[in-house]
Each structure stands twice: as C-alpha cells, then as structure tokens.
C-alpha cells in the first residue's frame, strides 16, 4: 500500500509543492497538488488520496477548517505541514481530526518516515481485533496485553488507554482526545488523570520505563504508540 499510493498536497507555496512532488514521485508515490483549502476539499473527493499533506496557512481557508470539513466524510491520513510551531495550534490541529504535525522546514527522511507510519495506520488498524507494537500483543477481544508472550495485568483504565493508543498506533492523541475518549468529556481539562496513568503503564509494558520506546511523550501536546520496527 505504501509504494504507488495516492498523496495530495496542498500548500500554498509552490516550491514545496515542487519538492515534495519531486521527492515523494522518486519514491513511488503517486502526487497531486493544489494551492487553497477549497481545491483542496474537492480534489480530496475526486482524487480520493490515500494520504494528505496539508499546509495550515492557506490563502483561502485555514489547514485547521480544512480538515474538520474533510473528516466529516473521510477517514484519509492528514499529516499537517507548517512553519507554526506553537503547542496550542498543533494541539488544535490534531483535535480537529489530523494524523500528525511536521513542523517546517523538515528533513525528507523524517517526512517519509511519517507518511509510512500513517500509511500503515490507515489500512492496518482498521477492523483489527490484535494489535502488535513490537513484542508487545494487545488482543482487544481477550483483553489481554502481552510482552515477549507474557501476561501483562493491567487495571481496567491502563487498558482503556493502552487500547486507545494501540488503535492508533502511530498517530499523536492529544490530552483532550485520550480524555474522551477513556473518561468522556466532562474529564477533557483534567490532564494530570493522563500523566499520572501514563507513568503506571510505562512500568508495566516499557522494559526501561525511564526511556520509554513504546509510549513516546509529544511535549506539550499528548502521546503515542510507536512501534520500535
């Protein structure tokens, strides 16, 4: 899925447009463009992209109504391009419904490594009852967590957590989202639920919970589940 799949970019600056249609073409995939939000929505439709690299300063609209309007009727990755670095407009951003952020400019390889991990989520997490990250093996049928095979007992709130961040894996889930999504939204301000859950599980499922390779802090901003593959 990854080689020949479909990317949009919209970005209001043509040379970047250049570039990432230069680069990402060399690597197989298969490029479109366009330069305003509202182009943006209706090639989204035709087009029908596997995956969207969107600008958040658009001429027309910006990135972030870009994709509310998108995620009323597709699921496609959206991988949020832009020289805004501050904490609020990504935590925004990815609330919205985006995959992730890339703050420009960027290096190629981090790009392709981003837009590989987002592919993956896309067609590989959907409808899955086993989720592997590494050794560790989340069955959400069982309800059963395992590392290298063996057992891991968690409380029913480590679990909700982990479960979220696994059907997710590879995505940034912001506080708010993983608030939500465990406790509902009367919980969405009360970060430090996350914080002091998050430590229990690193305990539990990191080999080195001080260096945690699985459940990766985004400062600021939330967590993931990454793979270490």
């Known amino acids: ?3 020949g799949a479909r990317v949009l970019v919209i970005d209001d600056e043509p040379q970047i447009r250049r570039l990432l249609k230069v680069s990402l073409s060399a690597y197989g995939y298969e490029i479109d463009e366009c330069h305003n939000g509202k182009d943006g929505i209706n090639r989204t439709a035709v087009f029908k992209p596997d995956l969207i690299l969107l600008d958040l300063g658009l001429p027309d609209m910006d990135g972030k109504a870009v994709v509310e309007i998108i995620r009323e009727w597709s699921r496609v990755p959206i991988i949020i391009l832009s020289a805004r670095d501050q ?15 890339v703050t420009k400019p960027f290096g190629m390889g981090e790009l392709l ?3 590989r991990v987002a592919l993956r989520h896309g067609v590989s997490t959907e409808g899955s009852t086993v989720i592997f990250c590494g050794d560790l093996k989340i069955d959400l049928v069982a309800r059963q967590v395992t590392r290298s095979d063996k057992e891991i007992k ?24 993983l608030l939500k999504a465990v406790w509902g939204t009367a919980y969405h301000e009360d970060t430090h639920y996350i914080r002091v859950y998050i430590g229990q599980l690193r305990r539990k499922v990191e080999p080195n919970p001080s ?13 993931r589940l990454i793979s270490d593959k």
């Not at 029913?156 to 961040?165: A, D, H, R």
Request: hydrophobic share 35%; proline share 3%.
């Open 154 to 177: 968690l409380t029913p709130t480590e679990y909700e957590i982990l479960k979220v961040l696994a059907q997710n894996i590879g995505r940034v889930l912001t506080h708010k989202q």
């Open 211 to 223: 260096q945690p390779k699985y459940i990766v802090t985004e400062s600021g901003v939330g967590y």
């Open 1 to 3: 899925m990854e080689k």
């Open 87 to 101: 904490e609020n407009e990504k935590i925004a951003t990815l609330d919205a419904g985006a995959d992730d952020y």
């Open 113 to 115: 490594a981003r837009l």
